[in-house]
């Protein structure tokens, strides 16, 4: 079982710049594939950037590719998403999901509860 949290989230000005963190209970998080997703009101919840177990690959949506940056601490249970140049369509609650592999993250096991992100003009 593993259990996520979100936080880093808030209001933000277009330009501007966030960190989400996410944090994992269970000792078998270094195992997972770890993902970030999103979802907008109105709008179904959209892939954002995914990173295997060990930080090896990396993979990322085309709209926030060159913009975000997923990365992982294993020693810390925990998996970033470093987000620059937002946008206001960026605006969206943001969910990190922990899966079997990168390949299977639309079907992740686990999901967190989320975190808002709002994007000014």
């Known amino acids: 079982q593993v259990q996520l949290v979100e936080s880093g989230g808030g209001l933000v000005q277009a330009g501007g710049s966030l960190r989400l963190s996410c944090a994992a209970s269970?000792?078998?998080?270094?195992?997972?594939?770890m993902g970030w997703f999103r979802q907008a009101p109105g709008k179904e919840r959209e892939f954002v950037a995914a990173i295997s177990w060990s930080g090896g690959s990396t993979y990322y949506a085309d709209s926030v590719k060159g913009r975000f940056t997923i990365s992982r601490d294993n020693a810390k249970n925990t998996v970033y998403l470093q987000m620059n140049s937002l946008k206001p369509v960026d605006t969206a609650v943001y969910y990190c999901?922990?899966?079997?592999?990168?390949?299977?993250?639309?079907?992740?096991?686990?999901w967190g509860q989320g975190t808002q992100v709002t994007v000014s003009s």
């Open positions: 999901a922990a899966a079997s592999s990168i390949a299977t993250m639309s079907e992740a096991n686990y």
């Open positions: 269970g000792r078998t998080f270094s195992s997972y594939a």
